[in-house]
């Protein structure tokens, strides 16, 4: 089966630069998405094409995917950004979620 | 606005069958788009259990395969999910979601609020 492995969680300061990253196997070779779980919320889209944000989702909000790491990027992190963060790739026809990673605006 | 509204009984015995329906309502169950159930045990990560298209075809996660079953029924709107053979490992929050297959990549860009299922006698 096909793994994607995020950090458990990340600790930032308000109005620093949070990275978030997801590993797989030959991941750059594939598209990522990303999604923002707040606490006691259903996930929300916030990356899909590796890089794209939907309608809606700040610009602060930035990713990226190359050899076997995909990073989502959070500029000028604010509190409301308290979160869980999961990856999500398609490996043929089968869905596949990162570990989840939780981000701490300290 | 698509919007997706999951039900079903919360509470299923072990070795039992759990059964979910999920409505789609604010459009079309017959788009081209796929939807997918999705479920996230509690304090874990979220795990793909399946998709569905209006044509009835399905793809399934290999490792849920033997025990899962999702259905359409365009004429009431709905996508359903049924999982045999549970066990306590099986207690989640389970979500529909839509698949856009117009977006590169097939994102989950619409998801319903979730349905917490518990296995226990």
């Known amino acids: 089966s096909y793994d994607l492995t995020q950090p458990p969680s990340v600790s930032v300061s308000p109005g620093q630069t949070a990275s978030i990253t997801c590993s797989g196997d030959k991941l750059g070779g594939k598209y990522a998405c990303w999604y923002q779980q707040r606490p006691g919320q259903s996930p929300m889209l916030l990356i899909y094409q590796d890089t794209k944000r939907p309608s809606g989702i700040p610009e602060r909000f930035s990713g990226s995917n190359s050899g076997n790491t995909a990073t989502l990027t959070i500029s000028g992190t604010q509190a409301m950004d308290e979160a869980d963060y999961h990856c999500q790739a398609w490996d043929g026809s089968t869905g596949v979620f990162g570990t989840g990673t939780t981000v701490t605006v300290l | 606005q698509v919007q997706l509204q999951e039900s079903g009984p919360g509470l299923v015995k072990p070795s039992g069958t759990l059964s979910l329906t999920c409505v789609v309502s604010?459009?079309?169950?017959?788009?081209?788009?796929?939807w997918t159930w999705v479920r996230q045990p509690p304090g874990k990560g979220l795990e793909w259990i399946g998709e569905i298209y209006h044509t009835g075809s399905t793809n399934y996660n290999p490792s849920l395969k033997s025990r899962v079953t999702i259905s359409i029924d365009k004429s009431k709107s709905q996508v359903s999910l049924k999982l045999s053979s549970v066990t306590a490992a099986d207690t989640a929050v389970y979500y529909c979601a839509r698949i856009n297959d117009i977006l590169t990549g097939r994102p989950f860009d619409c998801w319903g609020q979730g349905a917490l299922v518990t296995v226990s006698s």
């Open positions: 604010g459009g079309s169950i017959s788009s081209s788009n796929w």
